[in-house]
Nanobody, 125 residues
């Protein structure tokens, strides 16, 4: 059974940093596309960062240069390192995955079959 469990969401200051994690079980990361989808209040879901084997990571324009997605295959865990946080980064961050796939699937969150429960990130002074 596929499970994705996010952790690490917190309140952060503008300009600050935060790393959130997604522990995956029931499948191996190296043959799946995995990513982070953000749901901000009153906004549509936005794929902010996705990664798949053999392809460059995808980052949305809103986070490019500030966020980094990475995978630890030994721990079967995906991370999203967020730097220079802005208030508009506030939202629920969902970890997503799908068999096969490509990092560019981030542009279309509906393509993902597996979702975690989400972790809240709030950027505010």
């Amino acid at each position: 059974q596929v499970q994705l469990v996010e952790s690490g969401g917190d309140l952060a200051q503008p300009g600050g940093s935060l790393t959130i994690s997604c522990a995956a079980s029931g499948f191996m990361l190296d043959d799946h596309v995995v990513g982070w989808i953000r749901q901000a209040p009153g906004a549509e879901r936005e794929g902010v960062a996705c990664i798949s084997s053999g392809a460059s990571p995808y980052y949305s324009d809103s986070v490019l240069g500030r966020f980094t997605i990475s995978r630890d295959f030994a721990k079967n865990t995906v991370y999203l390192q967020m730097e220079n946080l802005k208030p508009e980064d506030t939202g629920v961050y969902y970890c997503t995955a799908n068999v096969g796939g490509h990092s560019r699937w981030c542009r279309t969150p509906a393509l993902f079959d597996y979702w975690g429960q989400g972790t809240q990130v709030t950027v505010s002074s």
